[in-house]
């Protein structure tokens, strides 16, 4: 594999300079933090996620406080003493998206977290003590006792709660094919996300970049050429 230094300088040039590329990567994750992030803000931040998945962020973003009205601000206690008919009713709820199947999703993960919550005195807390260098392991874990948290959904969900993940998009997979790592076009099998676990740790410890700018750094390394200020808008930053 190639040193990373190259594939950076790859990503500066095409996006104007290292000046340019540094702005673009985001603040510096802190597991650690995500540690004092509170049951209820974890639960919005799944289902805002599972909402956003193949639908325009944009419009979530700006249907969420409506969102947090219906859902009882998130909070897993509350949802989850809520009657049937409560959940019925969601389905024709104006302020929000009228997913049944999403809606539903609500309901399980807040049994999801307040259980893990029981289990490690707190969902953040959880995350927080979960080894940074395992990230695919705890995708399959969110997969398996989560609802709608498996692919890129639950690596988004890890990203907004300022988690220290990589996102396997078409364009870091496609960077990783060029620089000669041996995975699938679009790889989803374990053995795929165990090589890109492998390869990724290994340019932390090169770098000491965190997870999050070296998967950003693929990204913008390859693929279309978008400007910094539509990336800028489409992240949000």
Not at 180 to 186: M, Q, R, V, Y
């Amino acid at each position: 594999m190639p040193d990373f230094a190259k594939i950076r300088a790859r990503a500066a040039k095409r996006k104007g300079g290292e000046a340019a590329l540094a702005s673009l990567l985001g603040p510096m994750p802190d597991n650690a933090a995500v540690a004092d992030i509170t049951d209820d803000r974890i639960l919005s931040t799944m289902a805002e996620r599972v909402f956003a998945a193949g639908f325009v962020w944009r419009v979530i973003e700006q249907k969420w406080p409506g969102f947090e009205e219906a859902f009882l601000r998130f909070e897993p206690k509350r949802l989850l003493f809520q009657p049937d008919d409560f959940w019925h009713d969601l389905a024709s709820d104006q302020r929000i998206v009228r997913n049944p199947q999403k809606i539903r999703s609500v309901r399980d993960n807040a049994a999801f977290v307040e259980r893990v919550s029981k289990e490690h005195g707190g969902f953040g807390r959880f995350l927080a003590d979960w080894p940074a260098d395992d990230q695919v392991g705890l995708m399959a874990y969110l997969g398996k006792h989560g609802s709608r948290l498996g692919g890129n959904t639950g690596q988004y969900f890890l990203r907004w709660l300022e988690w220290d993940a990589f996102i396997i998009s078409a364009d870091m997979a496609a960077a990783l094919r060029d620089a000669g790592l041996d995975i699938a076009e679009s790889p989803s099998s374990k053995r795929d996300l165990d090589k890109i676990q492998a390869q990724i740790n290994a340019w932390v410890a090169q770098t000491r970049l965190p997870r999050r700018h070296i998967s950003r750094i693929l990204a913008m390394s390859i693929g279309e050429n978008h400007s910094p200020e539509s990336l800028r808008e489409y992240m949000g930053e």
